[in-house]
């Protein structure tokens, strides 16, 4: 009985080991990229929204160290993240009988620059974009707006690492 426990943990080391450095949020990492960086998003949008930019760049820092095992790094990571806020809109997406929004849509767009110095195959050029729906009754300010934001980018930070890490 031993002797098998012991096979099946051999054989699930080598499975685990075998396939670079793997993370099972599904970020699969070549065991040469130990570190990253994600440089300033500047927002072009239209509607600027003062500190998205930052707040942006948090979101994604920490999502990376969050889901991988790889250093931050301020220059030179193995693996850099890059681009510019290029949508910020607010639009009304259903209306009422009297002529009025009954509910609006957040919107941000980001465009990313992906760069893989040990493997440039991978380096890509992509938008990313997702919303937030509120009641057209509702500003967007305060407690809206940080939820907004917050599912906004958990949902865009999400398909980065997703394209740019999983290698679906």
């Known amino acids: 009985m031993r002797k098998i426990a012991f096979l099946i943990l051999i054989l699930i080391s080598i499975t685990l080991t075998s396939c670079g450095i793997y993370s099972f949020t599904g970020a699969s990492i070549s065991s040469d ?3 990253f960086q994600v440089n300033y998003f500047q927002n072009n949008a239209p509607l600027i929204e ?7 760049k948090i979101a994604l820092e920490e999502l990376v160290l969050n889901q991988t095992k ?16 290029v949508e910020y809109r607010i639009s009304p997406t259903t209306a009422t009988s009297d002529n009025t929004a009954a509910q609006n849509r957040l919107t941000i767009g980001v465009k990313v620059h992906f760069y893989n110095k040990n493997e440039p ?5 992509q938008r990313f974009s997702f919303f937030y729906d509120y009641p057209g009754s509702a500003q967007l300010v305060g407690s ?6 917050e599912e906004i980018f958990e ?3 999400q398909d980065i690492i997703n394209q ?5």
């Not at 003062?50 to 942006?56: A, H, I, K, M, V």
């Not at 195959?121 to 050029?125: A, K, M, N, P, S």
């Not at 809206?144 to 934001?149: E, M, P, S, V």
């Open 144 to 149: 809206i707006k940080t939820a907004a934001h």
């Open 164 to 168: 740019s890490l999983a290698n679906w």
């Open 155 to 157: 949902r865009i930070t």
């Open 121 to 125: 195959d991978t380096e890509f050029d």
């Open 50 to 56: 003062p500190g998205l930019e930052r707040d942006f």
């Open 70 to 85: 790889l250093d931050l790094v301020k220059s030179n990571g193995d693996i850099v993240y890059e681009g510019e806020i």
């Open 33 to 35: 990229i130990k570190t």
